[in-house]
T-cell receptor, first 115, second 116 residues
Framework: GAGVSQSPSNKVTEKGKDVELRCDPI?????LYWYRQSLGQGLEFLIY????????KSGLPSDRFSAERTGGSVSTLTIQRTQQEDSAVYLC?????????????FGPGTRLLVL | AQSVAQPEDQVNVAEGNPLTVKCTYS??????LFWYVQYPNRGLQFLLK??????LVKGSYGFEAEFNKSQTSFHLKKPSALVSDSALYFC??????????????FGAGTRLFVKA
């Protein structure tokens, strides 16, 4: 079946512009995660959605970052007034559920470059 | 809150030799532990996980890991390395019943080089 998809695959923007990154999780997966991976670094947790529960936003680095998940499916990560330090690969993952079925399936990522 | 450490930035091993990639963790509750692999120009892929039960977990591509609660470790192992195992490996932990909420924390990654 289809995996996690993300769009765009690459985004180049100018400092100060807003960007929107999209994630389509695997159908039926209730949990959705956003991470950031800077060059040569590990994954930095950003935000987590589970079903209809309030999201865990504790990893968002500043109030310029926000995310929403509409209808329990597609998610959009928005970065306002982008800065050069926002340049990274943004990864989305989904999992069927928590607990025993808690395996995250990752999308290919969106590579963001802020000039 | 939880944390995870991968003390080696890089591990070098000859093909056919056993490999170990180390991971230690810290949680306030109980851990769910995961290993993921990132091959060059490919996305992150799940390898194996410990949720409960047997401390020795077997996963994809012949990899296994042992959950050691007393040493708070979850080292990744393979009896005989292949050149195709060369990749970036991430250990991850979620803190169950502790203060970490639902977030999964990833280590910084260990780059494995297997030489022919």
């Amino acid at each position: 079946g289809a995996g996690v998809s993300q769009s765009p695959s690459n985004k180049v923007t100018e400092k100060g512009k807003d960007v929107e990154l999209r994630c389509d999780p695997i159908s039926g997966h209730t949990a959705l995660y956003w991470y950031r991976q800077s060059l040569g670094q590990g994954l930095e947790f950003l935000i987590y959605f589970q079903g209809n529960s309030a999201p865990d936003k504790s990893g968002l680095p500043s109030d310029r970052f926000s995310a929403e998940r509409t209808g329990g499916s597609v998610s959009t990560l928005t970065i306002q007034r982008t800065q050069q330090e926002d340049s990274a690969v943004y990864l989305c993952a989904s999992s069927l559920a928590l607990g025993v079925q808690e395996t995250q399936y990752f999308g290919p990522g969106t590579r963001l470059l802020v000039l | 809150a939880q944390s995870v450490a991968q003390p080696e930035d890089q591990v070098n091993v000859a093909e056919g030799n056993p490999l170990t990639v180390k991971c230690t963790y810290s949680v306030s509750g109980n851990p769910y532990l995961f290993w993921y692999v990132q091959y060059p120009n490919r996305g992150l892929q799940f390898l194996l996980k410990y949720i409960t039960g047997d401390n020795l977990v077997k996963g994809s591509y012949g990899f296994e890991a042992e959950f050691n609660k007393s040493q708070t470790s979850f080292h990744l192992k393979k009896p005989s390395a292949l050149v195709s195992d060369s990749a970036l490996y991430f250990c991850a932990v979620r803190d169950i019943g502790g203060t970490g909420g639902f977030k999964t924390i990833f280590g910084a990654g260990t780059r494995l080089f297997v030489k022919a």
